[in-house]
């Protein structure tokens, strides 16, 4: 899941963004209205984290705009402004929660979950494919119904591929939702982590398999549902 928090407070955004990293998301901060608006009419968000309080404007104004678009993502209100009128008109210009500083890391990881987990997001508390379940509600991994250890980076594909089953996902786009947009991407990155999610799923016994499709991208599927066709 990538998520783009805007917060102009730089030690709270690396401590924002540190949380969210370690629980498997892919971030991309930014400081400013400016910087904001052009990180959401470059690349998908499933979910925006937003300070209202911003250097050069009010962060409502990228709630109106986002909010305008058509299947907008959920939209995370964080700030001190912790008003009855300001929670009341945040809320009525289409943001889904409303989180007042300071808050706990949990709760805010938490209510992330419960954003994502809403429809028009996911089907459930949970997606599988095959012998793997992954639950979005605590972001573990079951295989066989046990839990099984994955390193973020993994999780973060593996999830991608999950959600997008027994279809073909493109390079560019598992390059835009595996890495946070102001870092550099060797061109080995992907790949790399392709070959450690094949490696993980040959080492804990899942019944999918991760084919290639040279040029194109990759497809995650179970091997009863690929075998048939």
């Known amino acids: 899941m990538k ?30 209205l400016a910087d904001a608006k052009d990180m959401f009419a470059t690349f998908q968000y499933d979910l925006i984290l937003l300070d209202l309080s911003l250097p050069d404007g009010d962060g409502l104004d990228l709630l109106k705009l986002v909010t305008s678009k058509k299947n907008p993502p959920p939209i995370l209100v964080i700030t001190a402004r912790s008003g009855l009128d300001d ?15 300071p808050f706990a890391p949990e709760e805010l990881i938490a209510r992330c979950r419960a954003l994502l987990r809403r429809p028009g997001h996911t089907l459930g508390t949970s997606i599988s494919i095959g012998n793997i379940e992954f639950n979005l ?35 560019e786009q ?13 061109p080995n990155a992907l790949e790399a982590t ?25 497809l995650l599927a179970s091997n009863e549902e690929y075998n048939e066709k």
């Open 3 to 32: 998520v783009l928090l805007v917060e102009d407070n730089v030690r709270l955004k690396d401590l924002v963004s540190e949380e969210l990293i370690k629980h498997g998301f892919v971030i991309d901060g930014v400081s400013s």
């Open 87 to 101: 929670r009341i008109t945040g809320l009525n210009l289409g943001a889904d929660d409303y989180l007042v500083k």
């Open 137 to 171: 509600a605590t972001r573990e991994v079951l295989v066989s119904g046990k839990r099984v250890s994955i390193t973020p980076k993994e999780l973060a594909l593996l999830e991608h591929l999950i959600r997008h089953q027994n279809q073909i996902v493109g390079r």
């Open 174 to 186: 598992l390059e835009t939702r595996l890495y946070s947009s102001d870092k550099e991407v060797s």
């Open 194 to 218: 392709i070959s450690r999610l094949r490696k993980w799923i040959k080492n804990n016994n899942c019944s999918v398999s991760l084919h290639t499709s040279h040029g194109i991208g990759y």
